[in-house]
């Protein structure tokens, strides 16, 4: 068995190409995002642009990575545990579940698209992709 990934994958694609890329997916009701943190390392890391897709919070499965508010900053991580009215979520490489839970409130959207670029997303590469509403999303580790 092998061990773990502990990078993500990379490309050689530019940030801008990838969000030039991504942009196309606007129209379709897709939110483009960019990360910092590396707590969901080997899914994504802070070269990573991902495409968020609002989903029927009903509709939620375990494993699914997905959006949220939790009142400082969007975080992106996985649902771990269903709870009558809310999911718990936990970074990958985290030891401990997110403090705060996944509301229908605070749910922002799942992660359909990941696009792995081989260098930083900047603003400047956001803005001459034309995105003006490229949030950040933090891969945040309790």
């Keep these: 068995m092998s061990a773990p990934m502990k990078t993500a994958p990379m490309s050689s694609v530019s940030a801008g190409d990838a969000l030039r890329d991504a942009s196309s997916f606007v129209s379709k009701g897709y939110e483009v995002c960019r990360v910092e943190g590396v ?11 991902l495409l968020i897709k609002k989903m029927e919070f009903k509709a939620l499965k375990p494993g699914m990575l997905v959006v949220y508010w939790d009142g400082e900053d969007y975080v992106a991580h996985r649902l771990v545990r269903q709870g009558t009215t809310n999911w718990t979520a936990k970074g990958y490489n985290n030891k401990v579940e997110d403090p705060n839970p996944v509301t229908e409130a605070n749910y922002n959207g799942v992660i359909a698209v990941t696009f792995y670029t081989g260098s ?8 001459k992709a034309g995105l003006s509403n490229v949030k950040t999303v933090k891969a945040k580790t309790y």
Excluded: K, Q
């Design 120 to 127: 930083a997303v900047t603003d400047l590469e956001v803005n």
């Design 39 to 49: 707590s969901m390392l080997p899914f994504y890391n802070e070269h990573a642009i």
